[in-house]
């Protein structure tokens, strides 16, 4: 599709081509482990949440977007500013690039109750922006959300009693591109 997309009538060029494609290929692999590994850091730091999961593996699907939403792997974007806006009392002018804050958005008070709270049973948890919105929506979502959830249900069913080293720290960290630093995990 790529070869053969115009954009105003033109057709890509091939050194447009292959940087969008050397865009797309690694964006795609790095969020989806930053996704899986955030699920994973939600699970062991939330046990209860996790007991839900190991009674009903069904509600993985709710991990993925409870995750996008609390920890979503990309946490900024850029835009460029495509007509003047005034935006509660700021004018930003065409052409300007304007960075929005995905991870913000996420945890927006007004959109979401007790937002830094993780939460299976959250009723607008899919209402997240994790995967962007609009035309710039991801292309991979899908993908996505089918390799963590596979990737997580392997490791739950493989490793039933799967936990944090307590003698060592980890944290989700990270700016434009977030989840945990390490997961060091013991089990039998």
Request: aromatic share 6%; proline share 5%; net charge negative.
């Amino acid at each position: 599709m790529l070869v053969n997309a115009e954009v105003d009538g033109d057709r890509l060029t091939e050194e447009e081509v292959l940087g969008f494609l050397r865009l797309l290929l690694p964006a795609g692999a790095e969020t989806t482990y930053r996704l899986t590994g955030s699920m994973m850091y939600a699970l062991l730091t939330h046990p209860e949440q996790r007991a839900l999961v190991e009674a009903n593996p069904a509600l993985l699907t709710d991990v993925i977007e409870e995750t996008l939403r609390w920890e979503s792997p990309v946490q900024i974007v850029s835009r460029e500013v495509t007509r003047d806006v005034d935006l509660h009392g700021h004018r930003i002018p065409e052409g300007e690039l304007a960075i929005l804050s995905v991870g913000a958005a996420n945890r927006d008070g007004h959109k979401f109750d007790d937002p830094d709270r993780f939460d299976l049973h959250r009723s607008n948890k899919g209402d997240h922006v994790g995967f962007g919105f609009g035309e710039h929506f991801c292309l991979g979502s899908h993908l996505a959300r089918l390799e963590a959830r596979v990737a997580v249900a392997a490791i739950l069913e493989r490793l039933p009693d799967l936990r944090l080293d307590p003698s060592q720290s980890c944290a989700v960290v990270g700016l434009a591109f977030r989840s945990p630093d390490r997961l060091p995990v013991l089990f039998g």
